[in-house]
């Protein structure tokens, strides 16, 4: 089998344990990898945090601003999608609700 083609049919790998973390949005539920990077902003004086879940795109890719989802028990939602590389994975942007 093509490298190609193993990549297309098993990319869940990837998201799979030990990093990937359930995610459910409307009637699709999948794996996801979860960054929930911290800043430093305004001189050391205040510390954000910029939720971020890389996904399969056929799994989440459609999603738009505004759209709810649940990562990992917890209720976020979605500021921007954006596929990366190739279109088989994209990036989606969140906000703690």
Do not use: W
């Not at 799979?16 to 949005?25: E, I, K, L, R, W």
Request: with cysteine.
């Amino acid at each position: 089998m093509a490298l190609a083609n193993f990549l297309l049919d098993d990319l869940g790998v990837f998201l799979n344990d030990p990093f990937g973390v359930s995610a459910t949005s409307g009637s699709t539920t999948a794996k996801v990898l979860l960054d929930q990077p911290s800043q430093v902003l305004a001189g050391d004086m205040v510390l954000h945090t910029d939720y971020q879940i890389t996904a399969k795109a056929s799994d989440f890719g459609t999603l738009t601003a505004g759209t709810s989802i649940t990562v990992d028990s917890v209720a976020y939602t979605v500021r921007e999608t954006r596929l990366i590389d190739d279109g088989l994975l994209c990036e989606i942007s969140l906000q703690k609700t």
